[in-house]
Structures are given as structure tokens and as C-alpha cells.
Nanobody, 126 residues
């Protein structure tokens, strides 16, 4: 119903910026809310940010502290995560997730979403 493909991860230094992309396709893509989660080694998959189907409403985890911005370009069927001032604790595999007909909040959890990408690794190290 929804297929997701992340790209844009890599190795960066502390203080650098990075933009992740999530290509969203499938029959339910245009009516799905999309979120970014991240999972550090040995950790749980944690909510980062979400955007509604229109792209007009966004939600962020408090842990991001204003450093990340989620955006959506429906003409390109892509959701972005702009990450600024990256720190070593941001090192994780970043996943995008989607689900139609969700009521988004800033405390979303992984079970809310039925569709997932394969993830992209972000490593922040000097």
C-alpha cells in the first residue's frame, strides 16, 4: 500500500548538517502521514518528527531541541529531514514510516505506523 525508501545518510562531523530523503510511493502514499524514527545501537526505535499528508502540520520529539526540520514535497512524493548541529548522540539508523488516517502527536510510537523503509545510517564522529 505504501513503499518508503530512505537516502542521504552518511558519516559527518559534530556540528555538521545533513538532509535525509524519504521517497514515498504506493496507492495510499498521498493520504498517509509520514514520520522519521531513529534507532541507535542497542536502543529502541524512537520518534523524531512527523508531518501530515498536506505537509502543513509538523510534530517533533522534545529530544530534537529545534535542530531538525521535517518537510514534505508532495509534487516529488518525498519527505525530508533536515538535521543541523549534529552530535555524536544523533548517531543511529534513521527510518521513515507511514500510515494513513493517523492523528499525529509529538509522542508517536513505532506501533502507530504500518509501513517502514529499510533505514539509512547516520554516523556523527570526529
Amino acid at each position: 500500500q505504501v513503499t518508503l525508501a530512505e537516502s542521504g545518510g552518511g558519516l559527518v562531523q559534530p556540528g555538521d548538517s545533513l538532509r535525509l530523503s524519504c521517497a514515498v510511493s504506493g496507492r495510499l502514499a498521498s493520504e498517509s502521514e509520514v514520520a522519521w524514527f531513529r534507532q541507535a545501537p542497542g536502543g529502541k526505535r524512537a520518534f523524531v518528527a512527523a508531518v501530515d499528508e498536506s505537509g502543513d502540520n509538523t510534530y517533533y520529539s522534545d529530544s530534537i531541541e529545534g535542530r531538525f526540520t521535517i518537510s514534505r514535497d508532495n509534487a516529488k512524493s518525498t519527505v525530508y529531514l533536515h538535521m543541523n548541529n549534529l552530535q555524536p548522540e544523533d548517531t543511529a539508523v534513521y527510518f521513515c514510516a507511514a500510515d494513513p488516517n493517523l492523528t499525529l502527536t509529538k509522542t508517536m510510537t513505532a506501533p502507530h505506523f504500518d509501513y517502514w523503509g529499510q533505514g539509512t545510517q547516520v554516523t556523527v564522529s570526529s
